[in-house]
């Protein structure tokens, strides 16, 4: 398939819209920018086109979506039974990085849920995404648009990479400001639940939830045949080609044990630059999480051109938006830490 380039940047930004929100409403599947990461957008009312992005993507059937909406009055056409706590977090979060798993209402597709009675909701602050939800006048089902396990995309250039002739079009935008995925909350359950980390943080959340447990998928890896909450968190993912380890532990011992390793290469912080001895990439200062966060993926993607054998990433604090970056980091890894 010919998968035509759709330029809202140096191209006409109205014209484009309207062109995706038209393959979109026609059962098409469109790569949208979002602030978070890059979506494989279809129309959630529509199974076939839910199947094509599975296939698109080469996603495990098991791995429900989320649905995109470009307005509150939206919600109730994809969720029931909706809680008043997700009224008051939908006036705090949205439009933004943030997902709400309720109970499903049957006019969104099964696929989209992969056969679960629930649904994850977001409402994107990208005005570009909202825009394209709007125009394509359904409800968007949107999971990163790379190939199943590999980095999330976080520029249109990534998504060419990944999807380039699998997809119908690609809505090439500005790139991501955040850089991770949205944080997912479930909130049909008792107590809710935070299922995967994003930038808005759990400490935000108690102000709202002050019973949110934080599911142990979240740092941990399941054990083998343990079923999950969010099917998302089971697998490895998000991974480099090149063998990756995850090292925590203060600057001084990562330094002296990378410089120490043979064929490698260093993810490191800025401050560390100047005294490792391998080859190596930064991805922020130390302190800065949301830089960090913003910088992962481009970062993770650049590790496979460095011709090295293996790739020691070092470790965020889990403050704040580090929780975020290590709960990718950690599945990157394929769960293999180094404690230093
Ligand atoms: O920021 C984002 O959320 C991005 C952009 C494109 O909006 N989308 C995204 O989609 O990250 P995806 O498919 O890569 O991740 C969806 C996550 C998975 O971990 C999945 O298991 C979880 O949400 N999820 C979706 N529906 C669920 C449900 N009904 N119950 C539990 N988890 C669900
Ligand atoms: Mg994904």
Redesign the pocket.
Known sequence: MTTEKIDIISGDYEEGVARAGGILRRGGIVAIP?E????LAASALDDRAIEKVFLAKGRPQN????V?ISDISMLKDVAEDIPDAAYRLAERFWPG?F?M?LHRKNTVASRV?AG?D???V?M?SSIAARDIIAASGVPLA???ANISGSP?PTTAAHVTDDLDGRVDAIVCGEDCAVGV??T?V?LFSDPPRL??P?AVTAEQLRAFLPDLVIDKAVLSEPAKGESV?????LYKHYAPETETFLAEGESKDFVSFVNSQADCAAVCFNEELPEISVKKISYGDRNDQSTLAKNLFSVLREVDRLGVKRVYVHAPDKLGMGLAVYNRLLRAAGFKVIKL
Do not use: D, K, Q
């Open positions: 979002t978070t990461v890059y979506g791995n429900p979506l989320i995109h990085p997902t798993v849920s679960l629930t649904v994850a977001r994107p949107a999971p990163s999330s995925e949205s997912v479930a299922l995967r994003g909450a969010s099917p998302g968190m």
